[in-house]
């Protein structure tokens, strides 16, 4: 399968990428193909440290090794890859094997313990299989057998054995394998390759049977459906020029050559054109001729004709041509001149109609003057004769009203003269009735004195009928009553008697009424919208293609009189348009109207504001009639620019403003997709400043936070804007203050700076616009805006009054002559305040709906059902295809299976077979993967992009924190020193491995870094790669270093450390070699105190010149032998010592004995201790530490500050955060291949840096050609 896959990527390179290149270099135009790269899965299998074959090697080196452990750490280290497939796809444990995804579909590879319990036959562990190590022992016996057959066999190995200066331990059948491999490829790198595709026709295995979708599926997963393509839009057939014109050029009359000239293009071009060969079918290149399939017979069969028949042939062909093109010239000719004259011809036309347009309009412009000072004359004279006639009146009025108080005055003398006479005659017949009234009463009287005493019983009955009479009165008074209460004064009376009840109770229904109709008012503005209501994004753009202006009328059928129309209504460039359309709502069901449509008119009546339109609306009866203009989508902006995505990656889009307020976008990296962003969801815009300075613009929606940045500043100053008057269309935002005021800006010289007069406009919402005049700023065509965060007003001269206002990303310096102007635009800029973006409602719109497949798990294995999916801003909701058909209609009901926006973390195209399915795999944030498929490649690249651009959310760092930065750490120098020790029980010095690093961080300021450094010793140098019992010593911590000299061997030339937290104080280091151990005294120095802070970016000072893995060895530099001299001198300087010193040493040694004390002669041969006076024998814990091969990701990389300008470095990974090693080159640096290779090293090669004390490396590629590009790499540029 490897081979297969190796195979494969052959295939790609020979014919989409050389192709590709070839095309490109001789200038012949290319077509795009996408097709899918598996180098991700060979480097699954290959690549170093974690390829596959890499970790089975290890797991054979390894003690205690198994299958089960090797399939645990595939399945750990490549679990995030695209290539491998979870085991729970098969329902295996990790432990149990892995799946690859190959390009022609997923296989398993299982463990021997797995097939065997499957198939009841034991099987070789893969581990055994692998090995292929041949004990020495057997190898020098082979080698050395008296058979002729296994001594030619074995012999070169033997031989290369004992030539490497270390055996090898392990063979892999694995490694050798994918040496073998390469080798092969290599070879047929070097040929011209032919491929030929087999097909499987059926999976029956039976003749005669064609299933077209297995077919299919291994046509489009081998390539061929894309070579296919290649081969119809490229030009297959290439002849070279000199194959043509040098062997027929010199043979052609002076015509021909006089004709085409002396360049070979020219030559073969006619030559083409005179073979009938169409412009279309063939290009130019540099030094070939290309040619389409099958149109290059005829030029191919000349290189094999025999020249005699040839030429005269050609000579024939080009003078045809000649006279062709000389007849196309003619015809040429007369078409164009016939073209000519028609082009006159309407010219003219079009100049009378425009002179008669003119004539038209001149007249019309004319009319209307005269017409217009007609109306002012009679509007003068009207308003004369109105004002001559309201002074006639006033003087009537005023006539009038002086007879009526003349009048009114006569009448009242005349009333009082009357009242007085009759006040006079009522005296007067007063006083006679008085007069008469008593007389009768006197004489009554007297009549009733005189009969008293005659008839008392008389008298009784009289009292008593006068008693029935005053009852009688009495009841007599009822009708009296009732028929007050029944006069219309009564009833009057009564009802402002009985409000108290009765006009609460009515109140109580007209209020129950009117609360009835306002909640059937409100619940129709929820369900149908109005003009602030709920938006639909599904009438976002018309389905009918408008190609020019459409007039039409919409008749809207409200539900309630004078109740709402379901849309929002904006004010775009001066035309009241729609803005949106309410889901449910009386224009939604109506269904004509689109968003951007313009409304010109209701109901016959022409309107250009909004408050027109909406005081019409208010006026109109239930049903409605809108006077609509639609135009077609037109692009308001376009620009390149850079998103943000998902993962992190600033990808490049394309992206366009339409003129229906959508964003309509196309990503110009593979994989390639486009869409739309609705620009109305947007709520809220920042620009914000990343690390390295640049400028990002943040749109936030009530889901997700889209970032893009551009390649100027000015092209994301206008993105800012244009998407700033869509949000301030939703925002409904009143014009608080308005007027002239002097911009500062650049001056057009390039220097200095000034002022220019612009209309601004201030908004309720902070928003500070500028526009050229009043009439753009009806129309809303703004040049600039500032939210208004910060303003202060200052008086520079008494003709000079200035605002300064500011933001986060811009300061405005506005002016103005009067100082009452800037006091009250400084007034009303401060109680202005930015409108807050969360307040505002989320819109949870359907993005994408349709059908997809899913898998899922049977007895039988995966199987793929079909289902619906319903794409919203917040969440992917799936639903079963029987729960959709049952749906028909009506709604969908409950899904079956919900994943949250939220929750995804990425969403990528397949790979393996599931790419050319139309794979798609979203990734949640615990991990999990969605599996889907599309129904075609269109709605895979829909889906996905959607995915991306709307739904997946994009880390954003909150407001004012800092982003989060890893920390670099670099290793300066490592290298074996001698440490003298801390406690006497243990011996005076110690060789140990030291590692000098510096961590870099970021610094308390934006654009500054702190480094700090810290040395690290380790027992040797194995354990300090695997960080094995470190300690460290803080180097910000140290006070002092400073240099001296000993006595002792291999430790004469001193570094002592000075270091607070020890318990002496002081650390003493020591090496035999002068330059080492100033080398690093001079480190010491420069790193130790204070941590340092700079200016820069983490990783931001070197530039990669080549990076890649290999194995690496690392030979440390050591001190030169001692001559028999030096030896001399040491041994002199010991006897010379004090005899205290010597006895006291010796008295320790003796105690430090055991008790059974050694032979003299083992005694004798043992090498002394060391004292303190300097006598030999240091402990040297790496003296016979052989390095080894290991891992790494090495790095060459130019560094301008640094000595020599180049360095290597290794590192854990391919990020290059964490350094293990660092070798300084320097500018006399040595690279060469090995004069004595090492066996399974054959490729490796030796840097010996530019110092004498400098370590070296050995790194070893993985070719010959590799190990070659490196040391031309290191050599050249050093």
């Not at 392990?170 to 040929?191: Q, Y």
């Not at 000579?315 to 001149?337: D, F, M, Q």
């Not at 430790?1051 to 937290?1061: A, C, I």
Request: proline letters at 4%; a neutral charge; charged letters at 30%.
């Amino acid at each position: 399968n490897f081979a297969n896959e190796k195979l494969q990527q052959f295939f790609l390179t020979q014919v989409f990428k050389e192709e590709e290149v070839l095309h490109v270099k001789e200038g012949v135009p290319w077509k795009e193909v996408e097709y899918q790269d598996n180098t991700p899965c060979i480097e699954l299998m290959e690549k170093p440290p974690n390829g596959i074959f890499r970790l089975l090697d290890s797991q054979c080196k390894a003690p205690k090794a198994s299958e089960e452990a090797l399939c645990e750490q595939v399945n750990e280290t490549h679990k995030k890859g695209g290539f491998l497939a979870p085991t729970r796809l098969k329902r295996m444990r990790d432990g149990e094997g892995f799946i690859v995804r190959h390009y022609a579909g997923d296989v398993v590879y299982e463990t021997s313990t797995v097939i065997g319990k499957a198939t009841k036959v034991s099987e070789v562990s893969l581990l055994e299989k692998n090995n292929d190590t041949l004990q020495e022992d057997w190898l020098e016996q082979l080698a050395g057998s008296e058979v002729p057959l296994l001594k030619s066999l074995f012999s070169p190995g033997w031989e290369a054995a004992l030539k490497a200066k270390k055996s090898a331990s392990f063979s892999s059948v694995g490694k050798r394998f994918v040496n073998d491999l390469n080798s092969l490829l290599d070879e047929l790198k070097a040929s011209k390759a032919h491929f030929v595709r087999c097909i499987k026709p059926n999976s029956k295995q039976v003749k005669k049977e064609f299933e077209p979708a297995m077919v299919l599926d291994q046509l489009r997963c081998s390539g061929v459906v894309e070579a296919v393509r290649v081969m119809t839009e490229a030009y297959p057939t290439r002849i070279p020029y000199e194959v043509i014109h040098g062997r027929y050029a010199p043979l052609m009359g002076k015509e021909v050559l006089d004709a085409t000239g002396d360049e070979p293009a020219a030559f073969c071009e006619a030559i083409a054109i005179a073979c009938d060969v169409a412009p279309g079918d063939f290009a130019l290149g540099l030094t070939k001729l290309f040619l389409k399939v099958g149109c290059g017979v005829f030029l191919e069969d000349l290189a094999s004709m025999d020249t005699a028949v040839v030429v005269p042939l050609l000579v024939a062909k080009i003078a045809e041509s000649k006279r062709k093109k000389g007849a196309e010239k003619i015809i040429g000719n007369a078409v164009y001149g016939w073209f000519l004259r028609k082009r006159y011809k309407e010219k003219r036309a079009a100049a009378a109609l425009a002179q008669h347009r003119m004539r038209t309009l001149k007249a019309r412009r004319e009319y209307q003057k005269w017409s217009t000072e007609r109306q002012e004359r009679l509007k003068r004279e009207a308003a004369e004769r109105t004002k001559k006639e309201a002074e006639e009146k006033a003087m009537r009025e005023a006539e009038a009203e002086a007879r009526r108080k003349a009048e009114a005055e006569a009448s009242a003398n005349k009333k009082k003269a009357d009242e007085k006479a009759v006040a006079a005659a009522v005296a007067k017949a007063k006083a006679e009735a008085e007069a008469r009234v008593a007389a009768e009463m006197a004489e009554a009287e007297a009549r009733v004195a005189a009969e008293m005493a005659e008839n008392e019983a008389r008298n009784a009955a009289k009292q008593k009928l006068d008693r029935k009479r005053s009852d009688s009165n009495v009841f007599g008074s009822q009708p009296m009553v009732e028929a007050t209460l029944a006069s219309p004064r009564g009833r009057a009376g009564s009802t402002t008697r009985r409000p108290s009840f009765f006009d609460a109770a009515s109140n109580a229904n007209l209020t129950e009424a009117l609360t009835e109709a306002q909640k059937e008012a409100a619940a129709e503005k929820v369900a149908g919208g109005g003009i602030d209501g709920t938006m639909s994004l599904e009438k976002a753009s018309s389905n009918h293609a408008v190609k020019k202006e459409e007039y039409f009328d919409v008749l809207i059928i409200r539900d309630v009189g004078k109740g709402t129309l379901g849309i929002a209504v904006d004010l775009w460039d001066g035309e009241v348009t729609v803005g949106a359309i309410t889901t449910g709502g009386p224009a939604d069901r109506e269904g004509t109207l689109v968003q951007g449509d313009v409304i010109k008119g209701v109901d016959g009546c022409p309107c250009n504001t909004i408050e027109e339109v909406t005081g019409m609306v208010q006026k109109a009866p239930k049903d409605i009639r809108l006077s609509i203009c639609r135009r077609p989508v037109s692009v308001v902006l376009e620009s390149m620019i850079r998103m943000r995505m998902p993962s992190g990656e600033w990808e490049p889009f394309a992206f366009r403003l339409l003129s229906n307020r959508n964003i309509e976008f196309e990503k110009l990296s593979p994989p390639v997709y486009a869409g739309e962003i609705h620009a109305r969801l947007a709520q809220s815009l920042k620009l914000v400043e990343e690390r390295g300075g640049d400028k990002v613009l943040e749109i936030v929606t009530g889901h997700k936070h889209f970032q893009i940045k551009c390649e100027t500043m000015l092209e994301l100053e206008t993105w800012q804007l244009r998407l700033q008057e869509v949000i301030m269309l939703q925002e409904k935002v009143a014009n608080v203050a308005h007027g002239w005021l002097l911009k500062e800006e650049p001056a057009q010289s390039g220097s200095g700076t000034q002022f220019k007069h612009y209309w601004f406009v201030l908004f309720s919402n902070g928003i500070l616009m500028y526009f050229a005049d009043m009439q753009r700023a009806v129309l809303g065509q703004a040049l600039g805006f500032i939210p208004v965060e910060n303003c202060v007003e200052e008086t520079r001269n008494a003709s000079m009054h200035t605002i300064s206002i500011k933001c986060s990303f811009k300061t405005w310096l506005l002016a103005t002559k009067s100082k009452e102007s800037m006091l009250q635009w400084a007034a009303s800029l401060k109680v202005a305040a930015p409108s807050d973006a969360s307040a505002k409602p989320a819109i949870d719109a359907v993005l994408a709906q349709g059908w997809c497949d899913l898998p899922r798990d049977t007895p039988e294995g995966e199987v793929w059902a079909r289902h619906w999916f319903v794409l919203k801003s917040s969440a992917l909701q799936i639903y079963p295809e029987e729960q959709k058909k049952a749906a028909a209609k009506g709604p969908l009901g409950e899904p079956s299976a919900s994943l949250q926006s939220t929750a995804m973390k990425t969403a990528t195209r397949a790979q393996g077979a599931d790419f050319y399915k139309w794979g798609i795999v979203v990734e949640t944030t615990d991990g999990t993967l969605l599996r889907m498929r599309a129904t075609g490649q269109s709605e895979m690249r829909h889906l996905l992009s959607t995915l991306n651009v709307n739904c997946i959310p994009t880390e954003v760092a909150a407001p004012g924190t800092r982003e989060a930065v890893a920390t670099l750490t670099e290793q300066l120098k490592a290298g074996y020193l001698y440490k003298r020790a801390e406690t006497r029980k243990a011996k005076p010095w110690g060789q140990r491995w030291f590692v000098l690093e510096v961590m870099t961080d970021a610094g308390p300021e934006e654009g500054t870094v702190v480094r700090t450094g810290q040395l690290t010793y380790f027992n040797n140098s194995k354990d300090a790669a695997i960080k094995k019992s470190p300690t460290v010593i803080h180097l910000k911590d140290a006070t002092k270093v400073q240099t001296a000299l000993g006595k002792t061997h291999k430790t004469e030339h001193r570094v002592l450390l000075s270091t607070p937290d020890r318990e002496s104080g002081l650390m003493e280091l020591g090496h035999g070699d002068k330059e080492v151990a100033d080398d690093w005294a001079k480190l010491l120095q420069f790193w130790i105190g204070p941590p340092k802070v700079a200016q820069g970016s983490i990783g931001g000072e070197a530039k990669v010149v080549r990076s890649a893995w290999m194995e690496v060895k690392w030979e440390a530099h050591r001190a030169a032998e001692l001559t028999d001299d030096d030896l001399a001198r040491s041994e002199t300087i010991s006897k010379s010592s004090p005899s205290f010193a010597r006895s006291f040493f010796r008295k320790k040694k003796e105690e430090a004995e055991p008790a059974t004390k050694p032979s003299r002669a083992s005694v004798e041969a043992s090498p002394p201790p060391l004292g303190a006076d300097g006598t030999e024998g240091a402990e040297d814990a790496g003296a016979d530490e052989e390095q080894t091969f290991a891992w790494a990701y090495v790095a060459l990389l130019s560094e301008p500050g640094s000595g020599g300008g180049l360095t290597l470095r290794q590192y854990t990974d391919e990020a290059m955060t964490t350094e293990v090693g660092r070798l300084q080159l320097g500018y006399r640096v040595q690279a060469a291949v090995l004069d004595d290779p090492i066996e399974d090293y054959e490729t490796a090669f030796r840097v010996v840096p530019d110092g004498k004390a400098s370590d070296t490396w050995l790194l070893c590629p993985g070719s010959d050609a590799a190990s070659a590009d490196w040391i031309a790499t290191i050599m050249p540029s050093a």
